[in-house]
């Protein structure tokens, strides 16, 4: 009797005992299931550097617009993960053309960036503006600053002269403010439009000027791509050599002379009329009037260098842009 008694209370016991720890697993379950994510990846956000450098100034994040303006763009570029991917490509491509002509103008090394910020290096960009090209350019501005712009030829799209001409205007623009972030956000807003707000808003510096949207974000947005493009493990981009654009290598074609038929001439050196006009977009007809005997070059790009080979690896211009 007392043997049974003793068995039917161990029995309630461990029921009671069961029963509870089904509640509380019930519990945790409901716990975790509200919980639980509604996405499959989970997005953090960066980091913002205390300080960073460029072209020389040192700029530091503790003022709050600072702060945000930088968290803002740093986020954008890391998140927007095929554009960003795309100009390390095309910088592969492009930064051993761009980088010496900065170096034998004068311009600090880091204002590369601002092509990549205006055209995302693609040198046959077309704003909304009509701004072209590799540094944007207006026919105005370019013409101010020594391209050729006209009906078949528009040296805008010509990626060594307009880097030459967006060195001429930065130039002016930091001989003006003494600051390169000046000269680069006046390479957007307009130098008129910069000096009249210093003088209006009493401003000692650009950045703390209050400008049109866009105007504000450009600095930001070249501070941002510079620190991927250092850092670009950090920000999660992972990069083989073959994932890159290769530099091309070009036979060098000067004439003295009018072109009237640019695609037989494409086709005299082996390459087809597209090809001509992807690397030499400058060329804005079907055809080359030069009626005064100026001097023009063309790049034809060599056999070898059209095509990509199965083991053949791009040579990379940084790096530290890449994974082995």
């Known amino acids: ?45 960066v980091e913002i550097p205390e300080k960073m450098t ?17 968290d803002r763009e740093l986020n954008s570029f890391t998140y927007f993960h095929s554009t960003t991917l795309l100009l390390f490509k095309r910088a592969n491509r492009l930064f051993p053309i761009i980088e010496p002509i900065l170096k ?10 601002l092509a990549v910020i205006e055209s995302s290096l693609d040198w046959r960009a077309i704003s909304p503006a009509n701004a072209v090209g590799l540094w944007q350019f207006l026919q105005t501005t370019g013409r101010e600053h020594g391209l050729e712009v006209r009906t078949d030829v528009d040296e805008r799209y010509h990626v060594e002269k307009s ?18 972030s000046a000269a680069a956000m006046a390479y957007n807003g307009g130098q ?11 401003a000692e510096e650009a950045l703390d000027l209050w400008l ?53 001439f494409a086709k005299d050196n ?6 001509l006009k992807d690397f030499n977009s400058w060329l804005r007809s079907d055809k080359l009037n030069n009626a005064s005997g100026k ?18 690896k791009p040579k990379v211009h940084n790096p530290i842009w890449v994974t082995e």
């Open 1 to 45: 009797m007392k043997k049974s008694f003793f068995i039917s209370i161990s029995l309630f016991l461990a029921i009671l005992a069961t029963a509870f720890v089904l509640l509380t697993a019930g519990k945790e379950l409901d716990k975790l299931e509200s919980e639980k994510p509604h996405v499959l990846s989970m997005t953090a956000s």
């Open 104 to 113: 034998r103008e004068g311009v600090p090394d880091d204002l590369k960036y």
């Open 212 to 264: 049109v949207e866009e105007t504000t974000r450009y600095y930001y947005r070249m501070l941002a791509i510079k620190q991927i493009f250092e850092n670009p493990k950090q920000y999660g981009f992972v990069i083989k050599p073959e994932h890159l654009y290769k530099p091309m290598e070009f036979k060098k074609v000067t004439v003295t002379n009018t072109i009237p038929d640019l695609v037989a």
């Open 192 to 202: 008129g439009r910069i000096t009249n707000e210093m003088r209006n808003q009493r």
């Open 295 to 312: 001097s023009y070059t063309l790049l034809i790009p060599t056999q070898d260098d059209l095509y990509y080979k199965s083991g053949d």
């Open 270 to 275: 082996n390459i087809t009329y597209a090809q």
């Open 163 to 180: 880097t030459v001409a967006a060195t001429k205007y930065l130039k002016s623009a930091y001989r003006r403010y003494g600051a390169w």
């Open 54 to 70: 460029f072209a020389g100034e040192e700029i530091i994040f503790d003022r709050y617009d600072r702060r945000e303006r930088m």
